[in-house]
């Protein structure tokens, strides 16, 4: 059996989502408007994406171009989701929540790509879910009245979105022509962003200022992360294992909140808690369910 090696791919964006997530908390507690980063972020992305198309090598069926259109669309309202979320709770608790896609690219992997699931995948995604849930047993400082518009709601929703976008991506991009596949999509987020910051009463300001800097920072990241993310789903064809691999990055908030917040002032590692401990324990779970995962590509059909 042989570990499969673009299962690092994942590994890495995990990594650079957590990193960038703590970026944005930061750029968010310095004072910037919610959407102000999230449209930084749309753009930043549509950026990064825009290139790929330059790359494509295989012939683009371009008479399903509402395909991406419509999953840059849906991650469009994704991310809107992920930064409320990141406003309204902490970055080792939103994150690993965000973690519970795996369970919906599961499920819409199961309903939409034949033969995509094995029994231990099934195992790795129940317990990575367990692993989810113990984090947000955690969320103390949302109201019990206020939990349907609480972060851990919200981070789920996105998770949501983004899983069966993911799995529509790795049914469609490969037949669409992949680089160019990512490339419409991004390019859709980054104009559903302009339309609404042109169209939309009430703009969020995006001033040059320190916190607008955070939120570059830490969306040039996200749009690197993304990249990797988004080529290892259109070409390996395992959207299951990449997202259960990718769901570390909950593990990976934990460590980048505990070494590198105290740089950026971010106290959530101490203002938490006992609350931190049970989100160490369910990291722990995310790490089985990953072992499991991998051990699942091992085995040969």
């Given amino acids: 059996m042989n570990l499969p090696w673009y299962l690092l791919f994942p590994l890495v964006a995990a990594i650079g989502y957590a990193i ?26 549509t950026l990064a994406f825009l290139p790929l198309a330059f790359f494509e090598t295989q012939p683009v069926s371009w008479q399903e171009w509402y395909v991406p259109v419509g999953l840059g669309a849906v991650f469009f309202i994704g991310g809107w989701f992920t930064f409320i979320a990141m406003q309204r709770g902490d970055v080792s608790l939103v994150t690993p929540v965000l973690g519970s896609k795996v369970v919906f690219v599961a499920l819409g992997a199961s ?17 990575t879910t367990g692993g989810i849930f113990m984090m947000s047993a955690t969320d ?7 939990r349907l518009a609480g972060p851990v709601v919200m981070a789920l929703i996105s998770a949501a979105l983004y899983a069966f976008a993911d799995v529509f991506l790795q049914k469609w991009a490969p037949s669409f022509g992949p680089k160019t596949f990512l490339a419409i999509l991004a390019g859709t987020t980054g104009v559903l962003s302009l339309l609404s910051m042109t169209l939309l009463p009430n703009r969020p300001p995006i001033p040059w200022n320190r916190a607008t800097q955070w939120s570059l920072g830490g969306s040039v990241l996200i749009a690197a992360q993304s990249i ?33 917040g105290p740089l950026l002032g971010n106290r959530e590692r101490h203002e938490s808690g006992k609350a931190y401990g049970i989100r160490i324990a369910a990291a722990l779970l995310l790490m089985a369910g990953v072992v499991c995962a991998v051990i699942s590509r091992m085995q040969t059909p």
Avoid: Q
């Avoid at 990055?249 to 590198?260: D, H, K």
């Fill in 20 to 45: 960038a997530s703590l970026l944005l908390k930061k750029a968010l507690v310095e004072g910037a408007h919610p959407m102000a980063c999230f449209h930084v972020n749309n753009w930043t992305s």
């Fill in 111 to 127: 309903l939409i790509i034949a033969d995509s699931m094995k029994p231990l995948m099934w195992v790795a995604a129940i317990i």
């Fill in 140 to 146: 103390f400082k949302t109201p019990k009245g206020a």
């Fill in 228 to 260: 990797t993310l988004g080529l290892s789903l259109a070409y390996f064809n395992d959207a299951v294992g990449v997202n259960v691999v990718y769901a570390t990055r909950g593990m990976w908030s934990l460590a980048v909140v505990a070494l590198l």
